[in-house]
Each structure stands twice: as structure tokens, then as C-alpha cells.
């Protein structure tokens, strides 16, 4: 087969293209750092990528929605340690006022105090973490007591409901603490102390109708502690969730840097080494193109 001078030209030029195009890839790694910059570089290598990604992002999003989970755990705690020291001093009032030596005036200041731990233990209640209600159950939007009045549970069936939030695959935590009995309890035995303690600053004292509620304090304190150990339980299972996610993100990242990032050593000697052929190819080039007439009368 007879070889043309345009032959060489065309087949020069065509090898000149693919080396740039070489040399191009090999700075868009190094420039990216990825291995692959679009698609049709590595289909395979892309695909993967694309995998280990959504793990990476669904983790992350784990990891967001345990501080969700923190958030209600922990005001959830603190609101029920408020209740515990409400129910506290609440005791103290009520020996207090079983005392037959106290005047009617001394029983009305212990009134007005024993209302206005009610009222307290009441916004307790509605303790909100941004616009939802924690006591609440799935019914976020209602609090338990509106104009110191706790709500029906027949209108609002969502009291009694677990609000879960989803910290990895299949696993979700509950997050909310079923106040609707609780505080209904201690709403509901507070007005019987604040009835019998009214009953009796205007006429005869009678401590011991007073001191039985000692009693219904203590039951409630219990279960107060009960509530808080459960939430302390979940707290625990947050704290370990949370750990796990820690490692899976590690393994997650890891594994996508094995796919896309390019070792930087390989692609620089890779890089000096076509940019060796290229200035070989194009001295190369330059012998066998055949001198045209202006190259003679020079």
C-alpha cells in the first residue's frame, strides 16, 4: 500500500488529538482529585461512586436526625427534673400546712404558693422543642393545658401515641414521653389539695386530712423517677446509635475514597511520562512532514 504524505499528516494530527485528550484527562484528575469526572470516563467506577454517596449522605442525615432525638430526650429530662423539684417543694408546703399550729393567714399563704406550683407544673406540661410539644404524643400541636385546663384525650387520641424518629436502617427511637397520664395525675391530686387546704382557712383546722396526701406525693415523685429512667434508657441507645453512625460514616468515606480519588503519585508520573511522548510525537511530526517550496527558497 502506498503511504501519501497526507496520510502521515492526517494519522500525525490524529495521534497529536489523542494525546492532548490524554493529557487532558490526567489534569482534570489532578486538578478534581476524582478518577472520574464525568460518566463515560468509568461507568463502573461512576455507578459505584453514586452508591457510596447515598450511603454517605443517608448517614449524615442519621446523624441529624439523633440530634433531633438529643433534643427531645434532653428537654424532656429537664422538664421532668423541674416536675421533681415542683413535687418537692410541694411536699414541704403540705407538711407545712398539716401543722394545726399554723393561723388561717399562714394556710392562705401556702395556698397561693401550692396554686402557683400548679400553675408551673402545668407550663411544664406544654414545654414545647420548636413548635412541637413534647408531652403531647403525635398530637405535636396541642398542649395539655390550655387555660390551666388539661385537654380531653377522647378529642385528641395522638396523646397517648409514640412520636419515633429513624436513625438507621429499620431502627427508629421513640422520642416522646406519654405525659397525658402522668400530669393528669399530679394536676388532678393537686386540686384536691389545694380544695381541702381552702376548706380549712376559714373553720376548723385538721391536719391529718392535710398530711394524707403525703402519700399521693410520694407515688407521684416514683413516677416522675420512672419516667426519667426511661428517658435516661433511651438517652443510653441514642448515645450507642450514635457511635455506630460515627463508623459507618468512617467505613462510608473510606470506601467512596477508594473508588474516586485517584493516587496522586501515579497520575503525576503518568502525566510526565505523556507529556514525554507528546514532545516526542511532536518532534517526530515535524521531521516527516515534507518541506514545501518556501522551506527551498529560504
Do not use: C
Not at 449524615?60 to 416536675?83: C, F, I, K, M, P
Not at 423539684?85 to 410541694?90: F, G, M, S, W
Not at 408546703?93 to 406550683?117: C, M, S, Y
Amino acid at each position: 500500500m502506498r503511504v501519501t504524505q497526507s496520510m502521515l499528516s492526517n494519522n500525525m494530527l490524529r495521534n497529536l488529538s489523542n494525546s492532548y485528550s490524554k493529557m487532558g484527562r490526567l489534569q482534570d484528575q489532578l486538578t478534581t482529585q476524582k478518577k472520574v469526572n464525568r460518566p463515560s470516563d468509568d461507568p463502573v467506577v461512576a455507578m459505584k461512586g453514586m452508591a457510596y454517596r447515598m450511603q454517605v449522605d443517608k448517614v449524615e442525615q442519621y446523624q441529624r436526625n439523633l440530634g433531633e432525638v438529643h433534643n427531645w430526650l434532653d428537654t424532656s429530662d429537664d422538664a421532668l427534673d423541674q416536675v421533681g423539684e415542683a413535687l418537692k417543694r410541694l411536699q414541704e408546703l403540705v407538711v407545712d400546712a398539716a401543722n394545726d399550729t399554723k393561723t388561717q393567714e399562714d394556710r392562705e399563704k401556702i395556698l397561693e404558693e401550692i396554686k402557683q406550683l400548679r400553675t408551673q407544673i402545668q407550663d411544664l406540661a406544654n414545654t414545647k422543642v420548636g413548635e412541637k410539644h413534647l408531652f403531647s404524643g403525635t398530637n405535636t400541636g396541642t398542649p395539655l393545658f390550655i387555660d390551666g385546663e388539661m385537654v380531653d384525650v377522647d378529642d385528641f387520641p395522638g396523646l397517648n401515641k409514640d412520636v419515633s424518629i429513624g436513625v438507621f436502617d429499620g431502627v427508629q427511637l421513640v422520642v416522646n414521653t406519654n405525659g397525658s397520664k402522668l400530669f393528669s395525675d399530679i394536676d388532678s391530686m393537686m386540686n384536691d389539695i389545694i380544695s381541702e387546704i381552702d376548706s380549712q382557712t376559714g373553720g376548723d383546722t385538721n391536719g391529718p386530712a392535710i398530711s394524707k396526701f403525703l402519700t399521693n406525693i410520694d407515688e407521684q415523685q416514683n413516677a416522675v423517677l420512672e419516667a426519667r429512667a426511661d428517658i435516661g434508657a433511651r438517652q443510653n441507645r441514642a448515645e450507642m446509635m450514635e457511635h455506630r453512625l460515627d463508623t459507618q460514616e468512617v467505613i462510608s468515606k473510606k470506601q467512596m475514597s477508594e473508588n474516586e480519588d485517584i493516587d496522586i503519585e501515579k497520575v503525576i508520573t503518568e502525566m510526565i511520562t505523556q507529556e514525554s511522548v507528546h514532545r516526542v510525537a511532536l518532534s517526530v511530526g515535524a521531521r516527516i512532514i515534507q518541506p514545501s517550496l518556501v522551506d527551498f527558497l529560504r
